[in-house]
């Protein structure tokens, strides 16, 4: 497979994974999903969830099973978000590597195509997702207290490089962005 089909997300959300609604998740069929922490769902250097997170994390788990998968090797604070949202965790997950990944699809006890892979940044989230056969989801970085995040570095320049190697990153209220793979 080609980096340009390895890094391009399946849907990409155009604004916080909040946005992620149940009506989303029926129309391609995805029974589970293995969440991104940092950025995804919290700020970075935070271990509290908002408000907002949990009434999302209370709708999305009636019709679907959930699973934080996280570079971040910090058990405090990943368990603390975890046991916060009453998710299963894993840290250090090393994306893209996809075995952690596979150990959280294994988790649900769901086929791979039927679970996406959801996170804010397309060199691990997306491309981890798409080696494993994942449906892919690009998401916004979460606010916290309304106030945008600003454009990070890295995903400045994972955005140029996606350009460059043609994906596309078009984004509305939500957008199939592709046929998908599987």
Not at 52 to 68: A, F
Not at 146 to 152: A, D, I, T
Not at 157 to 179: A, D, K, P, R
């Amino acid at each position: 497979m080609s980096w340009g089909k390895l890094l391009q997300p399946d849907l990409v959300l155009g604004d916080s994974v909040l946005s992620l609604t149940s009506e989303i998740l029926q129309k391609y069929q995805i029974q589970g999903l293995v969440l991104d922490v940092d950025e995804t769902l919290v700020p970075i250097h935070h271990s509290q969830t908002s408000p907002e997170l949990l009434v999302w994390v209370e709708k999305i788990k009636s019709v679907t099973s959930l699973w934080l998968v996280s570079n971040n090797i910090s058990q405090d604070r990943v368990g603390q978000i975890g046991n916060s949202l009453n998710i299963p965790y894993i840290t250090g997950a090393g994306k893209p590597s996809r075995r952690k990944l596979k150990k959280a699809v294994d988790g649900m006890n769901l086929p791979v195509e039927k679970v996406a892979m959801v996170g804010d940044r397309l060199f691990t989230d997306v491309l981890a997702g798409n080696r494993l056969g994942m449906f892919t989801i690009l998401v916004e970085p979460i606010s916290h207290n309304g106030l945008e995040f600003p454009n990070y570095k890295v995903r400045s320049f994972e955005v140029w490089i996606s350009q460059v190697l043609g994906i596309s990153l078009n984004m509305t209220s939500y957008h199939l962005i592709s046929n998908h793979k599987k």
